[in-house]
Every structure is written in C-alpha cells, then in structure tokens.
C-alpha cells in the first residue's frame, strides 16, 4: 500500500526489506520473524500465520491487494492470530522449514506461501494464493477451531509434521551411500537419464513453465568437454539460441526475465533477477568459449550492461531484482503495440517488426507485443537482401530509440536489498565473462564488487546475509558463504592475487566448524551459532541457484588442489558419495553435484604460470574453456602449494601441466599447454 498519508502502520515500517516495507501500512498487525513475534504467540496462546513472499511476485502482490489492505479481513486475522511476515529472499531458511511443511501436507509450493502454526511455530495447515473469500473462511474456521476442543488434534498435527521436518533428506528419500565409485558407464546412464526430459524442438526442459535452469546446461558443457558428444552439445546450443530469442530476454535492454510461461520462452513473467543473470552471463561466456558464436557474446556484453544500469548501487553492489509489473500491469514497461513502433520507428517500422515478430494483432495482452526473435542475424539479413553490418547498425538504432521510449515510462519496482550470496553469483558471472572476453572493464566490476563484500558484508570471521541503507542486520546462510568462497577462489584464478584464496581459505574453515555435520558428510543450511529454528535443513537439491551443499563439494575440490589439503579433496569425494545413487537417477534436481561427478571422473589439470608474463598468459589461456583445470602463478616467488618449486626456466615465463601433483615437462606457450591437456 502506497500511501502519503497512511491509516494504519505496523511493525514492519522499520524493517529495510522492500517487500515488508510494501505491507508496513496494511491494516493487518504484521510482525516481522523474531523473536517479539514468537513471545506473544506463546504468551497469548494464539495461532500464527506466516506470510512468506518476496518483492518481485506477481501473485503476492495480487493477495496483498485483495485480502492483507482489506480491513475487514485484516480485523478478522489480527483477532485470532500473531500475524508474520517474511521476505524469503532475506530468510531462505525460514521458507525452506514451512516450504518443506506445505509439501508434507501434500500440497504444491509457491508464493505467495501461507503457513498456520501453533504457537510453538510448528505447522499444521497452509497453502499458497487464497482468493479474499476463500482467504476468509479459511481464517474464520481456523481462528474459531483453535479456540474449541479441536486445538488438541490441530496441536498433534502440528507436532507431527515438525517431526516429519526434522527428519534428514537423506533418510526421508533413502539415500545409501554409493557402494561403487565413479564410472564412465554410471556417468552415461546419468546423462541419458537426464537427456529423456530434453525438449528437443525449442529447447530447455520438456515441460511448461519454463525455466532456464544454468546448471544443468553448464552441465552438458562439461559433458560435452569430458565425452565429445555433440548431440548434448546440440541440446544445449539450441537451448541458448531459443533463450537468446525468445521473449524471456529483453531485446531491447538486455537481462533475463525469471522464466517463461510457455514451452516456446515467449511469455514471461517479466521479473528480473539478479541470481538468474549472474548465472546466464557464466553460462553464456562459457558457451562462447566453446562455440565462438557472436550471439552468446552480444547475449553476455547486453545483460552485464543491463545489470550495470538498473541493478548497480553506487557502493559497488548489485540489488537484488525488478518487478514485474509498472501501473499496475505485468510486463507493460517492456511491450509496444504495433503502432507505437510506427510512431517511434518511422520508415524502417515494417522491417523492425518483421525482426521483433510484431503484429497489428499483438502477441500479449491489449493489441502490445513481447518482441521476439526466429531467425539468426545471418538469415534475417539474407532474407531482407541487406549485408550484415547495415542489419547490425540498423538494430542498433532500434534498441536506442526503443529504449529512450521506455525510459519515459513508468518503471518497475526495484527491490535495493544486497544480498550475499546473489551477489557472489554476478560476481562469479562477471569473472567468468572476463576469462571469455578478456575484458578490463569486466574485471573492474567486479574487483568493485569483491571489495563491496568484504567491507560491508563481512561479520567477523562469518558473512552476513544481506546490506540496506549501510546496514547488515542478518546473519549469512550456506548459500551466502558456499557462493562467496567460489567466486573468491575464482578471482584468485583471475587475478593471481593470493589475498583472495586465503579470504576463500578463511570463509570455508568458518562453515567447517559452524555448518559442518560429519555424521551425514553435509552441511546445514544454517549457522550453528545462529537462531534455532523448528527444524535445521540441508540443501541438497540444485534448484536454479544450485544446492548450497554442491557448491561447496565443489569449493572443497578447487580449494583443495589449490592448497594441498588433502582433507578438503577427501571430503568433497565423500560428499558426492553420499548422493551419487539419487544424482545418477535423477540428475534434473542434482545438475551441480553431476558437474563434480564429471570432475571427480578424470584427474583435475593443476595449471601453473610463473615468470614476468604470467598475466599476460594466463589471459591467454583463459580463452579457452577448462572446466576441469585449477590455475595458479604468480610473477615473483610465492608460498602457495601448487607453485612451490615451479621456477621460470631460463628467466623466461614458464607453465607446467600437472594431475595428482606430477607435472609434465615445463612449456613456455599456451598452444603447448593445450597439446598436454
């Protein structure tokens, strides 16, 4: 509720989350998650209601509008319940707990998630969207039920799906330790496992909604690296051909929408956010890496300069997404009908829609069009009789006079929370897009963003989760500490400042003592000297950020090579052990934990440059993708593991190819390098 004046304001006005700050004037008695909130449950013995969303949701929006500005309904909720709500994106563990509770019940997930505890904060009933009148009856009988003699059978509900809560993931899907190691013929019913749900038409994965899912096609590139098969390279080329046309990417400003509504990535759900480009600019340049292809370059150079321009703060960070919707419409920033581009595009109209595939009739809501793409800049131009440099400079000028139009509309709604973890996610795109490109300006961004963290998101020897308004307030997560430690060791490999590895070195040794839990070989989600919730989770399962676990498996691997620690090595091996079974049969959840399968198959390479041109070689390998390889150099002596006794030859700059701490004969060239691999 927008208001100037408002009627009413809650709790949630000091909060700094964007999405609480959007509720702090509803005539609901909202609460923050905290302690005050959970002390006035237990002390009035009243039912709770958590209300968990985030501030890029459609359907969140849509709920608040109908039932939580309500006054009616809001007397109804504050009357029989302690009312919470919760930005996920701020309390991922708070939302996994009652997340994991809605699935036990039998139910879909999704956000808005409406949850109903007892006043120990254990769950007994939920759901997702409520419309108002539905909403109400469910509050009525609730509220009504609690305070008769069905209290007991909702308490003893409550109690047993905590008790199904706190059971491990491994042993509620019967995870057995893998009994045999790694094999080639294991590894290629995995990928054929995975390859059964391929849409091999437009794409992605055989099933609407789409999303794009990173880590499974960063996956195929390692496959296709480890196995030469092209038909998963295939698969994944289109997959990113089609992502790069359809109307899922903004073709005109650059930047991934969340995911499309359809099988053809036409319609999205046109929020932005921060972890999805992140991941689709590492995608992209390492697809780039490998091809070559222009698209994939202009796919990457557009969305850093989308996330540069729109989601940049003035210190360094980036914030975390934008909306979906402007004027109370979804998607209307983005769309044009087709006389608007008349207007805008004059004479070169009809062609510009011929490329955008626009029509009178429009392909979204009201007569607008999502621009769109289906054919290659190659073929439109051959079509068209036009040479490519005319068709490049023509759309050009139509991307800047699209944009300068759009930049008199009303804009989406930014959420300016800076949260950890995406942040290392762009970080770690921007370093991956700099090892492609060669880029200064990459690598600028993102050493401004390393330094972002390390002065405001650090929290001792621990991380915080997220930054507002020079404040960090919220412990960090798995996910934050998992994603800081790999793109810390990555900007080592960028940059061979070693300050970053022993910054990475530091964080992991912190998780080790604070998340570690050596009789399942996992990590919690949660920090053991943080709060306690009902249940403390393990994340096992990728989702389109992986698994907080699989990231840092990997992060133990890397790290591991790098500092000749045998223990970190031993325990990443041990981990994926304990999921190697589930990852084999069901590898579309578990995309990550396949890329250390592929890993762990073959020997990783050790790469060391030492001498006075080791920058200027390591650029130059970096070229070239090498999923499974560490770099290491330096320009003068240095004490890390992997470069003791690696000396320039002949003071000239010297590289050294080794597996398992062996070397082959020092070279002084890339190209000899890349004969050894």
Not at 171 to 190: C, H, N, T, W
Not at 328 to 335: D, L, N, R, S
Request: with cysteine.
């Amino acid at each position: 509720m927008n208001s100037s004046n408002p009627t009413h304001t809650n709790r949630l006005a000091q909060e700094s989350s964007p999405y609480l700050l959007q509720h702090a004037h509803n005539p609901v008695d909202w609460y923050p998650w905290g302690e005050e909130a959970l002390t006035k449950a237990r002390t009035e013995q009243k039912p709770i209601i958590v209300s968990i969303g985030y501030a890029a949701c459609h359907w969140c929006h849509v709920m608040e509008r109908e039932s939580f500005e309500n006054a009616r309904i809001a007397e109804v909720m504050n009357q029989h319940f302690v009312c919470i709500k919760v930005d996920r994106e701020e309390r991922p563990d708070v939302d996994q707990v009652y997340m994991d509770a809605l699935h036990a019940m039998g139910l879909q997930g999704g956000w808005p998630l409406n949850v109903f505890l007892n006043p120990e904060a254990k769950p007994f009933y939920g759901g997702t969207y409520f419309p108002p009148r539905n909403w109400t009856q469910l509050l009525e009988s609730i509220g009504q039920a609690y305070k008769s003699d069905q209290r007991k059978e909702l308490d003893a509900s409550a109690e047993q799906f905590a008790r199904v809560l706190q059971a491990s993931d491994l042993d509620k899907y019967r995870i057995p330790e893998a009994a045999e190691g790694l094999s080639d013929e294991q590894f290629k019913l995995l990928v054929y496992n995975l390859a059964k749900n391929f849409d091999r038409e437009r794409g992605g994965m055989n099933r609407a909604p789409k999303f794009p899912m990173p880590s499974i096609w960063r996956f195929l590139l390692r496959t296709h690296k480890l196995t030469g098969s092209q038909a998963v390279l295939q698969q994944t080329m289109l997959t990113l051909r089609e992502l790069a046309w359809g109307g899922i990417y903004d073709q005109v400003g650059g930047g991934f929408a969340r995911y499309s509504v359809d099988a053809e990535w036409l319609a999205p759900h046109f929020e932005k956010m921060l972890y999805d480009n992140g991941q689709l600019i590492s995608l992209y340049a390492e697809a780039y890496q490998v091809t070559q292809d222009e698209l994939f370059r202009e796919v990457v150079y557009d969305t850093i300069q989308f996330v540069q321009r729109e989601l940049m703060s003035p210190e360094g960070g980036f914030y975390s997404s934008l909306d979906a919707d402007s004027e109370g419409e979804e998607g209307k920033f983005y769309v044009f009908t087709k006389d608007e581009l008349r207007e805008i595009l004059g004479d070169e109209e009809p062609l510009a829609s011929d490329y955008y595939n626009c029509t009178a009739l429009g392909n979204w809501e009201h007569g607008r069009n999502i621009l769109h793409r289906r054919q290659s800049d190659a073929d439109f131009a051959k079509a068209h009789q036009l040479t490519p440099g005319v068709l490049a400079e023509m759309v050009q000028g139509w991307k800047q006079k699209l944009m300068a139009v759009r930049a008199t509309r009303v804009r989406p709604c930014l959420d300016d929370k800076i949260l950890t973890g995406w942040n290392a996610l762009m970080l770690q795109g921007l370093l991956d897009a700099y090892r492609a490109f060669g880029e200064a300006d990459f690598l600028v961004l993102a050493r401004q963003n390393a330094h972002f963290i390390q002065q405001h998101l650090r929290h001792g020897p621990g991380l915080f989760r997220n930054y507002k308004n020079g404040r960090a307030t919220i412990s960090g997560f798995l996910e934050d500490y998992a994603l800081v430690i790999q793109a810390f060791t990555s900007i080592y490999e960028a940059t061979f400042e070693e300050t970053w590895l022993r910054e990475a070195e530091q964080l992991t040794e912190y998780t080790l003592t604070n998340f570690f839990d050596p009789t399942e070989q996992q990590f919690f989600y949660t920090d053991a000297t943080g709060e306690a919730l009902i249940a403390r989770k393990k994340e096992l399962f990728d989702n389109v950020i992986p698994a907080s676990n699989s990231i840092m498996a990997h992060n133990l691997h890397r790290l591991g090579l790098h500092l000749d620690n045998a223990r970190y090595t031993e325990l990443a091996a041990a981990m994926l052990r304990r999921v190697q079974e589930l990852v084999v049969r069901e590898p579309q959840h578990l995309t990550n934990w396949a890329s250390l399968y592929a890993a762990l198959l073959r020997p990783t390479a050790e790469l060391v440059i030492v001498g006075p041109e080791a920058e200027e070689r390591r650029q130059e390998l970096s070229r070239h993708y090498l999923p499974n390889a560490v770099v290491a150099g330096a320009s003068h002596s240095s004490t890390l593991p992997l470069l003791q006794g690696r000396e320039p030859k002949n003071g000239e700059t010297t590289l050294y190819v080794c597996f398992n701490r062996a070397c082959q004969l020092p070279v002084h060239t890339v190209a000899e390098v890349l004969t050894q691999l």
